[in-house]
Every structure is written in C-alpha cells, then in structure tokens.
C-alpha cells in the first residue's frame, strides 16, 4: 500500500489590527502627500514627500503582508508565517505540549507581530490578545535564525483553537 500523503492544513490568525495599522498608515501616507502637493515652499515639499516615504512606507512593509499569509501544519513540521516577520518551521518532534494560553505575561509585553522574550525563552507570534495558544518544546530549540535565542515555548494566536490544538497533537502524535 503506498504511503499516504498529509495536506498542509491553513491556520488563519486574526488580521483586524494589521488591516487598522495598514489603514491609518495609508491615511498618514496619503495627507503627508497632499501637505507635500500643497506646500508652496521647495523644503516643505520635499520634507513631507521624504516624511511619507521613509516613514510611513516600512510601516506598510510591516502591516500588509501579515494579512496575506498565514500558519501551516505540514506534514513534517508547524510552519510559522506571518508577514515579513516570521517565517520558520517548527518540526513536530520538536513539540512536547499544546494548551490554551492566556495573557498573564500583559498585553503590552505579549504586543502584535512577532516578539522574543529571552528571559522566558519564549516566542510570540499574536495578532491579537485572545485565542491564545501555547506550544511547549522539547528543550530549547533555535527558530527564525541564528541571531535569534533559543525557545522553549511558543505563544500563538489562532482563529480556531479547538481545530487547531487537535491537528497540531494529532501530527504531533501527543496524546489527546
């Protein structure tokens, strides 16, 4: 009997404050173009045609993609994607535990997009405060590069948590 093939699972994490950043960005970016279009001298138009270039333009490097990407579950590993910040696989050998998490770390420590927390060895990789989910790993490993410290556990938001604990223990053949 041939082996049979596993299909990368799409693991959707909420997107409401990357799309509100990109939009306030964009407005930022478009009224710093129409102060640069009115301005009636050549340093005022340049400044603010530079002002929304360099400022608003990485912020928008840094909003848009994450809402366009998404979490995997392959079938060796966790892929991790969000945006231009994270972009990692987790195999799953590698992971020990999946439970519900909560924010008892705050939300100004926890923050949106994708942070490490080398005192705790943890990794965040949230959109959100709520949905929580926490990924204990077998040791410390090293994701994301070799500048990054090692982790021990990783705190993931997710739409569907139920959904997602399930096929993450059942790849990962944790008990259930």
Known sequence: MPPVAVDAVRIDYPKLWFAAGAAIDALAMAVMFFLAYDAVEDFARIMWTACAVLICGP???????????????????????????????????YIKGVTDAKVTY????????VKYVAKKRTVFVTASFKELISIKLDGPQQLGGPMRPLVDQIVLSVKDKEGFVSIVKDRAGLEG
């Open 59 to 93: 912020l928008l490097l840094l909003f848009v993609p994450p809402m366009f990407t998404s979490h995997h579950a392959g079938e060796k590993g966790l892929h991790l994607r969000m945006g231009l910040l994270m972009n990692t696989t987790v195999p799953y050998r």
């Open 106 to 113: 705050g939300s100004v420590m926890v923050g949106i997009g």
